[in-house]
DNA sequence: TGAAATGCGCTAGCGGTGCTAGATTCGTGG
DNA sequence: CCACGAATCTAGCACCGCTAGCGCATTTCA
């Protein structure tokens, strides 16, 4: 697992077969079928520690910058995704069995949503607190994916942050 | 082509094996190879088209509902992701060879785009329309990436919409 | 008109993928 | 000391994207 996540970082989910899996930890491939029960399996774990991580960073930001905890979040959120990019990538485009937003989700996932929901408590005016999280998270994905992709200007990032940021502001 | 992303369309692009392409359109897997540099050429040539269809859309939502000109462009952002899931796919997922945010990127990239900063324009304030207008997206892009994967809460679509464009309305 | 050249589509195959069936080895309890 | 059960292995299946090389039809030119 800590295998698949290095090599993942390294050189994409793409260069993680399980050939090279099983050869990197010594073991012969079917043995990955005993404790995982494909390849999918595998990134789903990887994916949820994952958001255990993101949830303990945005909580940290959180604790660290309370007289901006909007930016904290942000900066935290695009943090976590540029250092750890294949796992942020598990995490939302790979891994599609996770289940999300319902009470039976994984406990990682829905404390790293209540760390967003709580930061936006504030702001929320009228809006539901959960709703304008789910707003933010949306924008700080795309922000990761479209950047990544190359799809956005370049030099802009900082500008683009801030214009995310002081859109929830106005909302006090 | 059209083979091509009606079979996405219907199965999803993992069912689009250059094998199974072959046999729908009555000719052997090498002829792809004559008329595309390969699979991934394919779906660049799909997603092309899909911005070139997805510019029209948010030009004719911006002629058509002149007095609400972000929520006309959200609505048929998102309609015509929901319209055409697979295609929406290739240009933002799949295509990773496409040019973005450059002189020289294609024209239907660059169309749709300044559609998007035409629209958000008179509500940039002191922020740069470009900048507002990747903003835009960047919620857009997340709002459809999320909720395809079924990762925000369920019923609540129309709220997280609305919550977008009230986030670029106050700016006037 | 006959022959050469050209271009198109084909069959067959390469190296790779995720995954699985069946044989085999090895530590352990009776 | 033997038998059992778990763990691991070798070998292989069906599929993937992609390509080399052949055969045939058409076109071109003497």
């Known amino acids: 697992m ?5 090599l993942a970082e390294a050189e994409g989910w793409a260069a993680v077969t399980t050939r090279r899996l099983a050869e990197l930890i010594e073991f012969s491939q079917p043995v990955l079928y005993t ?4 390849k999918d399996a595998i990134i789903a774990v990887v994916a949820e ?37 294949a796992v942020y990538d598990g995490m939302f485009s790979r891994a599609t069995g996770l289940r999300f937003a319902t009470p039976d989700a994984p406990a990682p996932l829905r404390e790293a949503f209540a ?6 408590a504030p ?7 959960a ?3 789910e707003v933010l998270w949306s924008a700080l994905h795309g922000l990761v994916t479209l950047t990544r992709d190359g799809r956005l200007s370049e030099g802009n990032h900082k500008a683009r942050l801030a214009a995310i940021v002081g859109l929830i502001r106005p909302q006090i």
Chains 1, 2 share one sequence.
């Open 123 to 129: 702001y929320a005016g009228d809006t539901d607190p």
């Open 49 to 85: 520690r994952g958001f255990a991580q993101l949830a303990e960073e945005l909580a940290r930001a959180r604790a660290e910058w309370p007289e901006d905890p909007v930016r904290a979040a942000a900066s935290a959120y695009i943090g976590f995704a540029d250092a750890s990019p």
């Open 35 to 38: 404790h995982f029960a494909g």
């Open 131 to 133: 709703i304008l999280a």
């Open 115 to 120: 760390e967003l929901r709580i930061t936006v």
């Open 2 to 6: 800590q295998t698949a996540r290095d």
